[in-house]
């Protein structure tokens, strides 16, 4: 069984709430692929005759709740409990906190909204809008309407190419996991190649 098929056969076990809860791991694990979900959940319900716009609910709902959860946590454990937390995991330092939070200070509700475009960077947004205490009905707002946008871009083409089926659909599933793949891959290669040359020239200098 192929990935794709594995996350078709996924999304019609667990039916919306299980496809809300799928999404909304990615914001507590942002290795899992949001992006590889979200356009099969548009060809589950082509393939099942729903509405598209039941997906693009149920997985705009999933990150939603998702961001919430990483907005909690910002909330409750403060800047410096944060920094100290964030400066633990590998190819992560305190300053990256320091560095959401004057994102997030100059641009607020923009800032939440426009992250949700971009994968892992939506998780982390949630960080500094939790430990600066935006309201959560505009984090809510914020979250919502940039993740309905993206998220329906990438329901309804699976849901296009889920009815017309066929060939288009199977050439659909080859090329969108390939480019998935190969982009997810490059991304993590080039963020861990940058860190670790950054933190070899700190080294240096604090040798020198």
Do not use: C, K
Not at 19 to 29: D, P, Q, T
Not at 95 to 113: E, Q, S, Y
Not at 182 to 207: M, N, T, Y
């Amino acid at each position: 069984m192929s990935l794709a098929d594995l996350a078709i056969s996924l999304m019609e076990a667990l039916g919306g709430p299980g496809i809300a809860l799928v999404i909304a791991a990615e914001a507590l694990f942002p290795p899992v692929p949001g992006e590889f979900l979200l356009p099969f959940a548009g060809v589950t319900a082509a393939a099942t005759g729903q509405n598209v716009l039941v997906p693009i609910f149920w997985t705009t709902l999933g990150s939603v709740l998702g961001g919430l959860l990483v907005y909690g946590a910002g909330r409750a454990l403060g800047l410096r409990r944060t920094r100290a937390l964030v400066a633990r995991i590998p190819l992560l330092d305190a300053a990256d906190v320091d560095t959401a939070v004057r994102f997030f200070d100059r641009f607020g509700f923009p800032a939440v909204m426009l992250a949700r475009f971009v994968p892992m960077v939506r998780t982390f947004i949630s960080v500094p809008a939790g430990i600066e205490r935006m309201r959560v009905i505009s984090f809510v707002a914020a979250t919502g309407l940039g993740s309905g946008i993206w998220n329906a871009a990438f329901v309804l083409a699976g849901y296009l190419f889920g009815i017309a089926g066929g060939e288009a659909l199977e050439s659909f599933v080859r090329t969108y996991s390939l480019v998935l793949a190969v982009v997810g891959l490059l991304g993590i290669a080039v963020f861990a190649r940058r860190r670790l040359r950054a933190r070899r020239s700190v080294s240096r200098d604090a040798a020198g």
